[in-house]
């Protein structure tokens, strides 16, 4: 597999190399050396296809493929044949990451999801991977060390955390709205006190009057009644009483029209 922009940058970095400088990285079998490392671990060498110098047994375990199988082919390759159908980008990553690390000689880190899109949500796996240059005394790359990390956990761990956070904006969303609805019912509770309270200081003021009016009709000597618009009568002064010759509670609560008072004066 071969990519331009990826062939200037290794072509750019490799092209003050002699012959012969770095054979025992080129040619040799560094296998030895990171075979027991407990990570799945490769060994590239910094060309177009960064073949695999080595891979350590936690990764092929991981593999579920032969060594003489993963050891010595293009870790491009290695890597569409693995995720490609699983996520595209996957293998755009990697190449992206490699030609960072031999650009700039510095680490790279990358998170592929390598999530098999035909499977249920939540059953997929995450990979972090990070690109390591080692250099020689006089700064040429020798190899690139590819670590990686599952990365599941943390990735699922995340998206709950996202979930519950999502859940909790939603809850105080619905509580701001709750809240908002029990200060308005609280109000229109307040303002009916305030309403009743004010009815009952306008009865007491009311009936305070009613009293002083009766006490000042009752000392006039002329006949005071008074009625509602219905025409019942409401009240009748103490002159009234004498001057009609009905008693109280014949009157009050009676409809009096002009002809009742007419009946009456006549028959005084």
Not at 83 to 96: G, M, T
Not at 175 to 199: C, D, M, N, P, Y
Request: negative net charge; proline residues 4%; charged residues 25%.
């Amino acid at each position: 597999m071969r990519d331009s922009g990826l062939s200037k940058v290794v072509s750019d970095s490799t092209s003050s190399t002699q012959p012969g400088q770095n054979d025992g990285w080129r040619h040799g079998n560094p296998g030895h050396l990171v075979d027991a490392i407990p990570r799945p671990m490769l060994i590239l060498f910094p060309g177009l296809d960064f073949v695999i110098s080595a891979a350590s047994d936690a990764y092929i375990r991981e593999a579920g493929t032969p060594r003489q199988e993963i050891v010595g082919s293009p870790l491009l390759d290695a890597f569409e044949r693995r995720f490609a159908q699983r996520s595209p980008d996957n293998v755009e990553k990697v190449r992206s990451s490699l030609a960072t690390v031999v650009e700039t000689k510095s680490s790279h880190q990358i998170l592929l999801d390598c999530s098999d899109r035909t499977s249920q949500a939540g059953s997929g796996r995450y990979w972090r991977i990070e690109n390591t240059p080692v250099l020689s005394s006089s700064g040429e790359l020798l190899c690139i060390v590819h670590f990686m990390e599952d990365f599941t956990r943390c990735v699922r761990c995340q998206e709950d955390t996202e979930t519950l956070s999502s859940h909790a904006r939603t809850l105080e969303a619905e509580l701001q709205v709750s809240t908002a609805a029990a200060a308005h019912h609280l109000a229109e509770r307040q303002q009916a006190t305030l309403s009743i309270q004010k009815l009952i200081e306008d009865s007491e003021v009311w009936r305070l009057g009613e009293q002083q009016f009766r006490v000042i009709t009752d000392s006039l000597p002329q006949p005071v009644w008074t009625a509602r618009s219905d025409g019942y009568v409401d009240y009748l002064n103490r002159r009234f009483f004498d001057f009609a010759g009905v008693p109280a509670e014949f009157a009050v609560g009676e409809r009096f029209c002009g002809d009742s008072l007419t009946r009456s004066e006549s028959t005084k």
